[in-house]
């Protein structure tokens, strides 16, 4: 691991001492600051573990007191968390700290890279409130520090819930385009061949340095390759749909095989594969567990015809 990358362990740690040094500045703790950290701690038992132990650390020491001075809520990667930690290394001694947190707080650099495996999924809540879960085989690196607010998607897919901040709008860089907040909900998936953007809630420019911007209303997919921009519109449902695999799903409509294929193979586990570009080509509607590769063939065996073949963690089609 590099000095700019972290796990979606330590982001946790972090997020989670963050959240008890807030809460024990007991004069700008807010009702709303508590209900933003409830949300939080119901998010996973990971995160509730996380907070318990550190919260724990926090309450053994009588000499933290002194770290108890009115604090501003801090972003999440921000520079000020580092002098924070520094401040209770000063406290706790530095061979305590070190062995609770990590040595990355006293060094915590302007960016971090979140990666999530195939069939993983992660989701992160930033200090401002804004929420972003990765899917499946997907990379992220985040800055957040001073008045950038800014994420690239280096590969895979990711679902942005951003609270909006005219002052610091947050920009998400993929495959050399811009997406800028303008206050919305939106996700962007990249592939080797294109940029995705598709918008549910508010609004997004998507810039490029050789071309205009172009400003996306909800119902809007924008599919972005070297040479051009397309947008194109779909229903609510449809939109809601492309969303499923927060949900442990996959929703196709009029998709042909060889597409279906590919997402299910996305997300590990037994692959797919088409023994002949003529099967490749038949469509197929329908909602899938992720993991339901082996009902999905049972339905095309079913619908076309087709055999199935288990060959290892391989299922082949054929006719």
């Given at each position: 691991?590099?000095g700019?990358e972290t796990?979606?362990?330590?982001?946790?740690?972090?997020?989670?001492?963050?959240w008890v040094?807030?809460?024990?500045?007991t004069?700008?703790?807010t009702?709303?600051?508590?209900?933003?950290?409830?949300?939080w701690?119901a998010q996973?038992?990971?995160?509730?573990?996380?907070?318990?132990?550190?919260?724990?650390?926090?309450k053994?020491?009588?000499?933290?007191a002194?770290l108890?001075?009115?604090?501003?809520?801090?972003?999440?990667y921000s520079?000020p968390?580092?002098?924070?930690?520094?401040?209770?290394?000063?406290?706790?001694?530095l061979?305590?700290?070190?062995?609770?947190?990590?040595?990355?707080y006293?060094?915590?650099?302007?960016?971090?890279?979140?990666e999530?495996?195939?069939?993983?999924?992660?989701?992160l809540?930033?200090a401002d409130?804004?929420?972003?879960?990765?899917?499946?085989?997907?990379?992220?690196?985040?800055?957040?520090?001073?008045?950038?607010?800014?994420?690239?998607?280096?590969?895979?897919e990711?679902?942005?819930?951003?609270?909006?901040?005219?002052?610091?709008?947050f920009?998400?860089?993929?495959?050399?385009?811009?997406?800028?907040?303008?206050g919305?909900?939106?996700t962007?998936?990249?592939?080797?061949k294109?940029l995705?953007?598709?918008?549910?809630?508010?609004?997004?420019r998507?810039e490029a340095?050789?071309?205009?911007?172009i400003?996306?209303?909800?119902?809007?997919?924008a599919?972005a390759?070297?040479?051009?921009?397309s947008?194109?519109r779909i229903?609510?449902?449809?939109?809601a749909?492309?969303l499923?695999?927060?949900?442990?799903s996959?929703?196709?409509?009029n998709?042909?095989?060889?597409?279906?294929?590919a997402?299910?193979?996305?997300?590990?586990?037994?692959q797919l594969?088409?023994?002949?570009?003529?099967?490749?080509?038949?469509t197929?509607n329908?909602?899938?567990?992720?993991?339901?590769?082996?009902?999905?063939?049972?339905?095309a065996?079913?619908?076309f015809?087709l055999?199935?073949?288990?060959?290892g963690?391989?299922?082949?089609?054929a006719?």
């Amino acid at each position: 691991m590099t000095g700019s990358e972290t796990t979606a362990t330590d982001m946790i740690e972090d997020l989670a001492a963050g959240w008890v040094i807030d809460q024990n500045s007991t004069e700008s703790w807010t009702q709303e600051r508590q209900a933003e950290l409830d949300a939080w701690l119901a998010q996973s038992l990971t995160h509730r573990v996380a907070y318990v132990r550190i919260s724990a650390s926090w309450k053994r020491s009588d000499r933290l007191a002194a770290l108890r001075s009115p604090m501003q809520p801090r972003t999440y990667y921000s520079a000020p968390r580092k002098a924070m930690w520094s401040r209770i290394a000063a406290v706790f001694g530095l061979v305590v700290v070190t062995g609770l947190f990590g040595a990355n707080y006293f060094s915590q650099p302007k960016s971090q890279l979140i990666e999530t495996p195939k069939g993983g999924q992660e989701r992160l809540t930033l200090a401002d409130g804004s929420q972003i879960e990765l899917n499946t085989d997907s990379a992220l690196r985040i800055d957040l520090h001073g008045r950038t607010r800014a994420a690239e998607l280096v590969r895979g897919e990711a679902y942005f819930q951003i609270k909006h901040d005219p002052a610091r709008p947050f920009v998400v860089q993929a495959r050399g385009r811009r997406i800028v907040d303008l206050g919305t909900k939106f996700t962007v998936r990249s592939t080797p061949k294109s940029l995705e953007v598709a918008l549910m809630e508010g609004s997004v420019r998507l810039e490029a340095t050789d071309a205009r911007p172009i400003t996306l209303v909800p119902g809007d997919i924008a599919i972005a390759t070297a040479s051009n921009v397309s947008i194109s519109r779909i229903s609510d449902r449809r939109m809601a749909d492309r969303l499923a695999w927060q949900r442990g799903s996959l929703v196709f409509h009029n998709t042909a095989l060889a597409d279906v294929a590919a997402e299910f193979n996305r997300y590990g586990g037994t692959q797919l594969v088409l023994a002949s570009p003529d099967i490749a080509k038949l469509t197929i509607n329908g909602r899938f567990r992720i993991t339901g590769a082996e009902d999905f063939a049972a339905n095309a065996h079913e619908i076309f015809g087709l055999k199935v073949q288990h060959r290892g963690e391989t299922i082949v089609l054929a006719r």
